[in-house]
């Protein structure tokens, strides 16, 4: 299993990115996928899920902001942000797991493969 990340970069606060995710060896349709982010010092934090029936789940301080969306037919899940802040700066990590329970969705430990991250930097 592969899972590629892209389209990190620098940005002003107020301004908008969009991360790509393109995941291989598996069956992605059936699979949560799942965006984290790692700020410096700082623990791995769960930003977004969307599980394999589409539904979603986002960290509170991204809610209304970011939108995680995927595409089966290509293999890849997408994390628009929006209205970025300087807080919302990190190295940013698709994960993917097709087992998760509900409960384990915003959990590291939980998902089993994860990619190499992008930065977003977001400038105040």
């Known amino acids: 299993v592969q899972l590629q990340a892209s389209g990190g970069g620098l940005v002003q606060a107020g301004g908008s990115l969009r991360l790509s995710c393109a995941a291989s060896g598996l069956t992605f349709s059936r699979y949560d996928m799942a965006w984290f982010r790692q700020a410096p010092g700082k623990e791995r934090e769960f930003v977004a899920v969307?599980?394999?029936?589409?539904?979603?789940y986002y960290l509170d301080s991204v809610r209304g902001r970011f939108t995680i969306s995927r595409d089966n037919a290509k293999n890849t899940v997408y994390l628009q942000m929006n209205s970025l802040k300087p807080e919302d700066t990190a190295v940013y990590y698709c994960?993917?797991?097709?087992?998760?329970?509900?409960?384990?969705?915003?959990?590291?430990?939980?998902?089993?493969?994860w990619g190499l991250g992008t930065l977003v930097t977001v400038s105040s």
């Open positions: 994960a993917a797991d097709g087992g998760l329970i509900t409960s384990s969705v915003r959990y590291a430990r939980a998902y089993h493969y």
């Open positions: 969307i599980r394999r029936g589409s539904i979603t």
